[in-house]
């Protein structure tokens, strides 16, 4: 079993910063690749970006360039640093890991872009 824990949503205004983590409570090497998804009001749940275990990423066209997708495998925690935030941003985030077949997902975290 793998548990995944997001935390860093918020308040942000357009224009603005957050953070995301989502911690695992084990190794996530075993985990390739790890990915976030969000879910806004009246929508699917949709990719944002992933990471594999070696560092490579993929982007949603519509956070590329704005979105950087991260983790650290010793700390067993992946990151989104979400910059030039809109309101279109507004979702609840959620994590998502495949760990030796099985499939994991964190509570999920709610971003709200408004000023």
């Known amino acids: 079993q793998v548990q995944l824990v997001e935390s860093g949503g918020g308040l942000a205004q357009p224009g603005g910063s957050l953070r995301l983590s989502c911690a695992a409570s084990?190794?996530?090497?075993?985990?390739?690749?790890m990915r976030w998804y969000r879910q806004g009001p009246g929508n699917q749940r949709d990719l944002v970006a992933s990471?594999?275990?070696?560092?490579?990423?993929f982007y949603a066209d519509s956070v590329k360039g704005r979105f950087t997708i991260s983790r650290d495998n010793a700390k067993n925690t992946m990151y989104l640093q979400m910059n030039s935030l809109i309101s279109e941003d507004t979702a609840v985030y959620y994590c998502?890991?495949?760990?030796?077949?099985?499939?994991?997902w964190g509570q999920g975290t709610q971003v709200t872009v408004s000023s």
């Open positions: 084990r190794s996530i090497v075993y985990c390739p690749p």
């Open positions: 990471i594999s275990t070696g560092g490579a990423t």
């Open positions: 998502n890991a495949v760990c030796i077949s099985k499939n994991y």
